[in-house]
């Protein structure tokens, strides 16, 4: 019985998302840290104590665990903006988030970036994962968006306001603003998240974000003087340079971004997280779905938008952070967590290795956590997936769980059972007759279904 509780991984080709080509390397891990990595076999026996445990990895590919850098785990795979922002309560939305974290980190992904959810359930999940009492990824979450009147997250009519287990809070002025800062630093987020754009830049592209100058300066400010980053839902222009020139840290979406606002952005150096494997999978699945067509339509132009501005983005060497919008109906979670590298090389012209290290190291760096995870280096923590063949030769077996045969976190390895799907409950379900109308063809009287 050994007590030194190491593990040993020889004879994989080593993908350590430093940007280093593929090489065979044997790795040596005690505890939850990667102690060395060295040429296969250049370590003899007698250098050190035996392993617990020794896996021959030859064929495998030996890379560190994926983080997704955009996972709502409060949001349930709700189908609908009122069933993420007013069913199911805090009790049973913390439990379901739980138990979905799970899911995530089996499919390789073992951090996640939250940013935005109802009530502080991503700091309760994150802390309970932290305190072992259950499986699942390390997660840097924010709390509620904060918005303004009329800015994205703002869903409802103005008589209701934003209820309070909505995703996002409805703050009027400045002085809200800065409290809910506060408040939200005090009950442990990590990170703040803003809802930048307004409903006006919907339907007119000259229209600019829902806070002033000074509510950006004040709100990032604070929130940096607390020792928290900032992080912004932006899909247009006028949103994203503001916030840059404020000192955001990064940008989710940046959707659509003119040559001529490249510089702001690259001058900064402030990471871009496109997202798009959610909007593919309206506009690829929606119609099988019950996605309006309207709604298609418009995830339609998001992915032309981010296609031609991320193109223009890698071109020009800003960082690029790979997430997905896991959390809603058609984005589940621990299923398409991977699919955000292949459309990165699909739709932008990434490089394998880019669009992998987007989806590592990028995303540690932008959180500050790239002293310990995003790639395999000694004194790292052993996240580690290994992967039957070679993800850069075809990015999409990261797709496939069957090829995922192993998955450690912190040195351990994550026990995968099956989890089974489980029926919604009525509680966490919104009202909805039906998701078409039932019309009539006036010559024929037959009955046919059409968008509402
Ligand atoms: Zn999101």
Same mark, same amino acid.
């Given at each position: 019985?050994?007590?030194?509780?190491?593990?040993?991984?020889?004879?994989?080709?080593?993908?350590?998302?430093?940007?280093?080509?593929?090489?065979?390397?044997?790795?040596?891990?005690?505890?939850?840290?990667?102690?060395?990595?060295?040429?296969?076999?250049?370590r003899?026996?007698?250098?050190?104590?035996?392993?617990?445990r020794?896996?021959?990895?030859?064929?495998?590919t030996?890379?560190?665990?994926?983080?997704?850098?955009h996972?709502?785990?409060?949001?349930?795979?709700?189908?609908?903006?009122?069933?993420?922002d007013?069913y199911?309560?805090?009790e049973w939305?913390?439990?379901?988030a739980?138990?979905?974290?799970?899911?995530v980190?089996?499919?390789?992904v073992?951090?996640?970036?939250d940013?935005?959810?109802?009530y502080f359930?991503?700091?309760?999940?994150?802390?309970?994962?932290?305190?072992g009492?259950? @499986?699942?990824?390390?997660?840097? !979450? =924010? %709390?509620?968006?904060? *918005?303004a #009147?009329?800015?994205? &997250?703002?869903?409802?009519?103005?008589?209701?306001?934003?209820?309070?287990?909505?995703?996002?809070?409805?703050?009027?002025?400045?002085?809200?603003?800065l409290?809910?800062?506060?408040?939200?630093v005090k009950?442990?987020?990590?990170?703040?998240?803003?809802?930048g754009?307004?409903? @006006?830049?919907?339907?007119?592209? !000259? =229209? %600019?974000?829902?806070? *002033?100058? #000074?509510e950006?300066c &004040?709100?990032?400010?604070?929130?940096?003087?607390?020792?928290?980053?900032?992080?912004?839902?932006?899909?247009y222009?006028?949103?994203?340079?503001?916030?840059v020139k404020?000192?955001?840290?990064?940008?989710?979406?940046?959707?659509?971004?003119?040559a001529?606002?490249?510089g702001?952005?690259?001058?900064?150096?402030?990471?871009?997280?496109p997202?798009?494997t959610?909007?593919?999978?309206?506009v690829?699945?929606?119609?099988?779905c019950?996605?309006?067509?309207?709604?298609?339509n418009?995830?339609?132009?998001?992915?032309?938008?981010?296609?031609?501005?991320?193109?223009?983005?890698?071109?020009?060497?800003?960082?690029?952070?790979?997430?997905?919008?896991?959390?809603?109906?058609?984005?589940?979670?621990?299923?398409?967590?991977?699919k955000?590298?292949?459309?990165?090389?699909?739709l932008?012209?990434?490089?394998?290795?880019?669009?992998?290290?987007a989806?590592?190291?990028?995303?540690?760096r932008?959180i500050?956590?790239?002293?310990?995870?995003?790639?395999?280096?000694?004194?790292?923590?052993?996240?580690?997936?290994?992967?039957?063949?070679?993800?850069?030769?075809?990015?999409?077996?990261?797709?496939?769980?069957?090829?995922?045969?192993?998955?450690?976190?912190g040195?351990?390895?994550?026990?995968?059972?099956?989890?089974a799907?489980?029926?919604?409950?009525?509680?966490?379900?919104?009202?909805?007759?039906?998701?078409?109308?039932?019309?009539?063809d006036?010559?024929?009287?037959?009955?046919?279904?059409s968008?509402?």
């Amino acid at each position: 019985m050994h007590t030194n509780n190491t593990l040993e991984i020889i004879n994989g080709q080593l993908l350590d998302c430093t940007g280093t080509p593929l090489r065979h390397a044997d790795l040596r891990i005690k505890h939850d840290r990667i102690e060395a990595i060295s040429a296969p076999g250049s370590r003899q026996n007698g250098d050190r104590e035996p392993a617990n445990r020794t896996i021959d990895a030859a064929g495998l590919t030996v890379m560190p665990g994926l983080i997704d850098a955009h996972v709502h785990i409060s949001y349930g795979e709700g189908r609908t903006a009122e069933e993420v922002d007013v069913y199911g309560g805090p009790e049973w939305v913390a439990l379901r988030a739980a138990w979905n974290a799970k899911k995530v980190l089996h499919a390789g992904v073992t951090s996640i970036i939250d940013p935005g959810g109802t009530y502080f359930v991503g700091c309760a999940v994150r802390d309970a994962i932290n305190n072992g009492m259950f @499986a699942g990824p390390r997660i840097f !979450t =924010a %709390g509620r968006h904060i *918005t303004a #009147d009329g800015g994205f &997250a703002d869903y409802f009519p103005s008589i209701l306001g934003l209820p309070a287990s909505a995703e996002g809070v409805l703050c009027s002025t400045k002085a809200d603003m800065l409290s809910e800062v506060r408040r939200q630093v005090k009950n442990r987020v990590d990170c703040i998240k803003l809802s930048g754009d307004s409903q @006006a830049q919907e339907t007119n592209g !000259t =229209a %600019g974000p829902c806070f *002033t100058d #000074d509510e950006m300066c &004040a709100v990032i400010g604070m929130a940096h003087q607390l020792g928290k980053k900032v992080t912004v839902h932006a899909r247009y222009a006028k949103t994203i340079t503001a916030m840059v020139k404020h000192g955001i840290d990064w940008v989710l979406h940046a959707s659509h971004l003119p040559a001529e606002d490249m510089g702001i952005v690259r001058d900064a150096n402030v990471a871009l997280c496109p997202t798009m494997t959610f909007a593919h999978n309206i506009v690829e699945f929606g119609h099988e779905c019950g996605s309006e067509p309207g709604h298609i339509n418009f995830r339609k132009r998001e992915i032309e938008g981010i296609v031609e501005t991320y193109r223009r983005v890698y071109e020009a060497g800003i960082p690029i952070m790979a997430g997905t919008e896991s959390g809603f109906s058609m984005c589940p979670y621990g299923e398409w967590h991977a699919k955000e590298i292949e459309l990165l090389v699909s739709l932008i012209g990434m490089s394998p290795m880019a669009a992998i290290q987007a989806m590592t190291i990028n995303n540690a760096r932008a959180i500050g956590w790239n002293d310990h995870v995003g790639s395999l280096e000694s004194g790292k923590v052993a996240d580690i997936l290994l992967v039957e063949g070679n993800p850069l030769d075809d990015v999409r077996i990261l797709q496939d769980r069957a090829r995922i045969r192993a998955v450690f976190k912190g040195g351990v390895e994550v026990l995968r059972e099956p989890v089974a799907t489980r029926p919604r409950l009525g509680h966490e379900r919104g009202f909805a007759v039906s998701t078409h109308r039932l019309r009539r063809d006036a010559e024929t009287l037959r009955p046919y279904a059409s968008p509402m």
